[in-house]
Every structure is written in C-alpha cells, then in structure tokens.
C-alpha cells in the first residue's frame, strides 16, 4: 500500500524566509509525484508532476525535486500570497490512477 | 471557462435526507473521481470512473452511488444522510499524466 507523509504539518515563515517542504513516499513502482496548492474552501490545485529521482520543476518561487524516498518543495523568498496548505501525492504501479494523499503542511507567510 | 464545476457549493440537510451533488469536466478527459476531505483536510478517493464504467470503489458505505450518464459528468447521490457524512466532497478529472484536476468542493453538513 502507497504511504506519503509530509512534515511539518504547519511552517510559519516571514517574508522573504526561504525555506523547505518535505513529502517521503512509500511505493511500489512510482508512476509519479505529485504537487498540489490548496487555498481554504477551494479545491487543491495542481503545481507539478514529477517522474522520477533527480527530476526539478519550478514555477515562481516554487521549485520541487524528487529522490528515490522523497520530495522537497522549496519556496524561494515568499509572499504573503504563497500560504496555502501543500498537499503531496504519489501514483504507483499498484494503485493504477489512485493518488494517495499526504496530510499537507499548512504554510504561512506573514508580511 | 471553468474546467471542473460542482453543485451546489454548500448542502445543509438533515439527517435520513438525500441529497445529489453534480460534477461536469470539460476537459476532455475519461476518469473522473469522487474524494471525501474531512476535518483534518485529509483527502481520501471514494469513486472513480472511466468513460462511464466504474473502476474504483472504495470502502464507501452503499448509501453513496455514484452515477456517470457520459464521460464529462460524474454525480454523486447519497442516501439516508448521517451526521458522519458531514465533510467536503471533492470531483475531479485526470489528465494524460496522470494528474488530477479538482473542482471547488462540496461542502455538505448534516444536522
């Protein structure tokens, strides 16, 4: 069974304070690594997908990397505008086009 | 132009009621999924269908029945509500990689 587990839960930064999410998976053959935004009483929205180990994707301040036990989404310099909870989900060969979420880390970025 | 589109945005019922929530995708894409987010804002699949034919079923009391007339919309009826029942409930709709494309959520309470 597919396990993904994100710390911290919660990460208080100040603008400008770059800092790093962490996502570690447990599966069988990942199909891929996914990214999510979700902003309150909205759904999640997607960032990125990621294939496999050593692959980087940025947007804006935002850069995800992949290795072979977890991921990092690195949040360069943010803003207020960047909190949100993440959400990380991972796809394997077993789960077919199940994603298994993790818990998310609800981010917040004051002025 | 919204992608994936749910209704109502709200539900409040009372219990024993039923209740159906509707989704629609103009993506273009053949799977379409039901999630249960609860308080904790942990995301878990209930249905899943691809072009109509239902391939995923989790768990998920036979009170819930999820209806697809075309591959675009993908409803979700539930019968003899329970207190329990009270979460968001999330459609979305999976792209060529695998990623998933959420809608806003129904927020559905039982009283």
């Known amino acids: 069974e597919d396990q993904v587990t994100q710390s911290p839960e919660a990460l208080r930064l100040q603008e400008g304070e770059s800092s790093s999410l962490n996502c570690s998976y447990t599966v069988s053959g990942l199909r891929g690594l996914f990214w999510y935004r979700q902003d309150p009483g909205k759904g999640p929205e997607f960032l990125f997908t990621?294939?496999?180990a050593g692959e980087e994707k940025e947007k804006e301040r935002l850069k995800a990397t992949l290795t072979k036990k977890e991921s990092f989404l690195h949040i360069t310099a943010p803003k207020p505008e960047d909190s949100a909870t993440y959400l990380c989900?991972?796809?394997?060969?077993?789960?077919?086009?199940?994603?298994?979420f993790g818990e998310g880390t609800q981010l917040t970025v004051n002025p | 132009d919204t992608a994936v589109s749910q209704t109502p945005k709200y539900l409040v019922t009372q219990m024993g009621n039923d209740k159906s929530i509707k989704c629609e995708q103009n993506?273009?894409?053949?799977?379409m999924y039901w999630y249960k987010q609860d308080s904790k804002k942990f995301l878990k699949i209930m249905f899943s269908y691809n072009n109509k034919e239902l391939i995923i079923n989790e768990t998920v009391p036979n009170r819930f029945s999820p209806k697809s007339p075309d591959k675009a919309h993908l409803n979700l009826h539930i019968n003899s509500l329970e207190l329990g029942d009270s979460a968001v409930y999330f459609c979305?709709?999976?792209?060529?990689?695998?990623?998933?494309?959420f809608g806003p959520g129904t927020r559905l309470t039982v009283t």
């Open positions: 993506l273009g894409h053949d799977t």
């Open positions: 989900a991972v796809v394997s060969e077993a789960s077919g086009s199940r994603l298994t």
């Open positions: 979305a709709s999976r792209g060529f990689s695998y990623e998933q494309y």
């Open positions: 990621l294939y496999s």
